[in-house]
């Protein structure tokens, strides 16, 4: 037995130059280096900031620019829409209104409002009205008609915490190319929020991720998931632009992966907190126009 043990000892010693050299191959990958500034604070702390930051804007009005693009993978193929412009409103608690304008000639596209339950859309190049519940309860194959204003409104407003609520913070890192010099990758670090459900019984469900940079404890991405634990909308916050004391993203991607759907918002004008009437949030459909009813 001795000699066996000393034989096999004597084969892993001589096999050993091979498994660390002849067997191994060394090559170049791209080199990271630490972010330049890292900022560090606790979840109460980032709770804290998360809920000014959602509680000091009341009401909004945003020149926006809007580029689509439909399809993906499971399709075999992606359409890109051409960019319409125009105008989002909200005012809080759920009041919101989406209007966009056809490129080149500038007549209305689209037109969309909600008082947080049910919403109203009118597609004038269409001649067709839409009304329905904010809620998707029968998920159509089309994924524009899964659009609802809550997409935007919880995409655009990264919203505070409830208390019965749950949070859990974790620790990670991202990868960014240095927009000035390309080979230059940065190893930024993040705080991730997790946000559950009150707890029933030993189960509590995932309702959001924030992902926050440490660079400037600014959320750069939301994940927001379903009653089933699916992400049902991914959004990517950047370039933020101070809006009197107030730093807002003025650029904003939407992902809805489920719908292969991805919306690009780009912000060129914004006003924060001026007073707006109810009848900026009312939208009468014109007799003459069809309606579908969903959900």
Not at 84 to 101: A, D, T
């Amino acid at each position: 037995m001795r000699d066996l043990k000393h034989a096999v000892a004597v084969l892993c010693i001589s096999l050993a130059p091979a498994l660390t050299g002849c067997l191994t191959h060394t090559y170049s990958v791209p080199k990271t280096r630490p972010a330049d500034v890292i900022l560090n604070a606790t979840l109460d702390q980032l709770v804290q900031q998360l809920d000014t930051r959602y509680n000091e804007i009341q009401t909004m009005t945003a020149t926006v620019e809007i580029e689509a693009t439909t399809g993906g993978g499971r399709k075999g193929q992606a359409t890109d829409s051409p960019a319409f412009s125009g105008y989002i409103f909200m005012r809080k608690p759920e009041n919101m209104r989406v209007l966009l304008k056809v490129p080149v000639l500038g007549s209305k596209a689209l037109d969309m409002v909600t008082d947080g339950k049910t919403f109203k859309l009118i597609i004038p190049p269409r001649n067709k009205a839409i009304t329905g519940s904010n809620s998707v309860n029968t998920p159509s194959k089309n994924g524009l008609e899964n659009l609802r204003p809550s997409v935007f409104f919880d995409t655009l407003f990264v919203r505070g915490v409830l208390p019965e609520e749950i949070l859990s913070l974790t620790s990670d890192f991202r990868i960014l190319e240095n927009p000035k010099k390309k080979k230059d990758l940065i190893e930024e670090p993040d705080y991730d929020i997790e946000v559950l459900s009150k707890p029933e019984g030993q189960t509590a469900h995932i309702k959001r991720v924030i992902h926050i940079s440490r660079a400037n404890l600014m959320p750069y991405q939301q994940d927001i998931y379903d009653a089933n634990g699916q992400v049902i909308t991914r959004a990517f916050y950047s370039d933020y632009q101070k809006y009197g004391d107030i730093a807002f993203p003025t650029h904003v991607i939407i992902r809805r992966p489920l719908d292969e759907l991805s919306l690009s918002v780009t912000i060129t004008k914004l006003i924060f907190n001026q007073k707006m009437d109810d009848d900026q949030f009312e939208l009468k459909i014109p007799d003459n126009v069809p309606i579908q009813k969903m959900d």
